[in-house]
């Protein structure tokens, strides 16, 4: 079968690299891919939120799997667009339709849907420019730190802690009245803080029937320590630690059971990937966000760990299957390192040459924002490479992770040397 995965990043490249690995799979395309993608498949040059261009290439190049890697044409429609089009018939999809998409696409929309299923989350409440003065008295009654998220999609940047009350309604403020997110900010959900240890897991779903892939761990600021801006994400580890089994239980009972059987209740046709990130509060799982896709660099962990055909759970997702599958997990530690340029999560310089890229060993390399130019790989993005390892503990993983985080180069090369610091 001829599979096409839609986005750039280190997670189309770990999803691609897996998938590559299933003798089903016959040939392998990305749009628009990178560097690294192009290794392993065909790179076309199509926008993720191009429909007529993604549906020219699936009919063309006889496509009968699409894998959609990041939110945005999720939340723009692409699977609906996709099972609509006469021509595009039995393409199996994997991607959740618009109407479950909105679990990401609008914070508003999530927390109303954690409140009706009984989902654990923090106390909350939605406002817009006709109930702004709600938004101050709501703050007023929490207790310091403020959590303020935009209600649209803001590619990661739409959420504001502040300790500070008056910056925290000046804030408000900016994200209603000022479009400080741009449309995105024009609902903002002013959130309640809550204290643990924050832990992504996994859900792939039929639309019934679901697996638990592995958790992980992501490393979201830029500075050693945890300290400075948010970024994407600067490493990864899975198996958490303190992620034990009664905890797991706890999370499948009572985040992800009630999640998917809300979904079926409000008549939400959902197949694919559900990233929950979570926060451990005291030894409960409470709800920060859904995603509508797997994690970056989170997915750089979870393949590797996956042992099962990965194209066998895509075939089991798309045709309602996946209770005939049994999913296997390696049961070793994996952990990824991020590779950035220098001045992300800010602005930053593309194009510098990359070396070392073949010299690594025991090690899987993930392309993120890189290119190909006159035959040789450069830089084309904020995060440039993943190094992922996989080791008995966590600590002979990023013993690899850091030998190949050391071997790739280039001017302004930037990397957290404390990925797993605090486990
Ligand atoms: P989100 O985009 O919703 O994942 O939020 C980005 C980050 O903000 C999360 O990964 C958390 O570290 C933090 N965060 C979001 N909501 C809360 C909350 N209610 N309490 C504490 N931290 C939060
Ligand atoms: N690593 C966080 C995300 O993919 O949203």
């Known amino acids: 079968m001829n599979i096409l995965v839609v986005g750039a990043g280190g997670r189309e490249h770990a999803i691609g690299w897996k998938i590559n690995e299933s003798p089903k799979c016959d040939e392998l395309f990305f749009a628009p891919g990178n560097a690294g993608t192009s290794e392993i498949g065909i790179n076309l040059d199509i926008k993720v939120d191009d429909f007529n261009g993604l549906k020219e290439a699936i009919v063309s190049n006889n496509i009968k799997m699409v894998v959609v890697g990041p939110e945005d044409p999720l939340v723009k429609g692409l699977i609906d667009f996709i099972e609509e089009d006469e021509e595009l018939k039995g393409c199996m999809t994997i991607g959740p339709r618009k109407s479950g998409a909105m679990l990401e696409g609008s914070k508003d929309f999530s927390k109303a849907f954690m409140a009706r299923h009984g989902v654990p989350t923090a106390k909350s409440k939605t406002i817009d420019k006709d109930n702004l003065d709600e938004g101050f008295s709501f703050l007023d009654g929490l207790s310091s730190p403020y959590v303020l998220k935009a209600d649209g999609l803001a590619a990661g940047k ?143 962990v979870v393949m590797p760990r996956i042992k099962s055909d990965l194209v066998e759970l895509l075939e089991a997702t798309a045709t309602g299957q996946l209770d005939s599958i049994d999913l296997h997990i390696d049961e070793r530690t994996a952990a990824t390192v991020m590779l950035v340029s220098e001045g992300y999560p800010g602005s930053y310089a593309k194009g510098h040459s990359i070396s070392g890229l073949d010299m690594t060993k025991d090690t899987v390399v993930f392309h993120a924002g890189t290119k190909v130019v006159d035959g040789q790989t450069t830089t084309n993005g904020g995060r440039v490479i993943a190094c992922t390892g ?25 990397y957290r040397s404390d990925i797993g610091f605090d486990l």
């Open 390 to 414: 996989l080791g008995v503990d966590m600590k002979e993983a990023l013993k690899k992770s850091y030998a190949a985080v050391k071997t790739i180069d280039w001017p302004g090369k930037n």
């Open 158 to 300: 739409g959420v504001i802690i502040t300790s500070d009350l008056g910056e925290a309604k000046n804030t408000l403020k900016d994200m209603i009245l000022d479009q400080k997110f741009g449309a995105a900010s024009a609902k903002v959900v002013i959130e309640e803080f809550l204290s643990g240890i924050e832990l992504s897991v996994f859900v792939l779903t039929d639309g019934h029937n679901y697996k638990i892939l592995p958790e992980a761990k992501d490393y979201k600021r830029i500075g050693e320590g945890d300290k400075g801006p948010n970024t994407g994400g600067m490493g990864a580890i899975s198996p958490v630690p303190f992620a034990h089994d009664g905890f797991l239980q706890k999370v499948e009972d009572k985040v992800v059971y009630p999640t998917l059987k809300g979904l079926e209740e409000d008549g939400i046709f959902y197949q694919g990937f559900i990233f929950i990130g979570l926060m451990n509060v005291d030894g409960e799982p409470y709800v920060i966000e859904y995603n509508v896709r797997m994690g970056d660099p989170e997915t750089e």
